[in-house]
């Protein structure tokens, strides 16, 4: 696996969640474009934040108003989804992928490498 999305959970409206993305040894994050996507039961794969290989570019989604931060620390070959303020319509299993190109773009087909998800449940 070359990439490890992890902590997701149950949580209640309002509450906050820091979402991370290692890498594995064999696997550098260094030079590449990281974005997080999100799927909901029944819906397809949604865009959430993109930050390009030097963090100096980052988009975000425009329905999340501001609630979430993406960051990545190459040192720790890892990128990070902090989310606040919580919604249940946040549910979904929470994808981190990788950019060869760094493009920061939405489209999931323009993402070379998947991590296996991380669910993340807010109940209202």
């Known amino acids: 696996v070359q990439l490890q999305a992890s902590g997701g959970g149950l949580v209640q409206a309002g509450d906050s969640l820091r979402l991370s993305c290692a890498a594995s040894?064999?696997?550098?994050?260094?030079?590449?474009?990281m974005a997080w996507f999100r799927q909901a039961p029944g819906k397809e794969r949604e865009f959430v934040a993109a930050?390009?290989?030097?963090?100096?570019?980052?988009r975000y989604v425009n329905f999340l108003k501001g609630r979430f931060t993406i960051s990545r620390d190459d040192g720790e070959n890892t990128v990070y989804l902090q989310m606040n303020s919580l919604e249940p319509g946040d549910t979904a299993v929470y994808y981190c992928?990788?950019?060869?190109?760094?493009?920061?773009?939405?489209?999931?087909?323009?993402?070379?490498?998947w991590g296996q998800g991380t669910q993340v449940t807010v109940s209202s």
């Open positions: 040894e064999r696997f550098r994050t260094y030079g590449m474009g």
């Open positions: 930050i390009n290989w030097n963090g100096a570019v980052i």
């Open positions: 992928a990788a950019d060869k190109l760094s493009r920061t773009t939405m489209d999931p087909r323009n993402y070379d490498f």
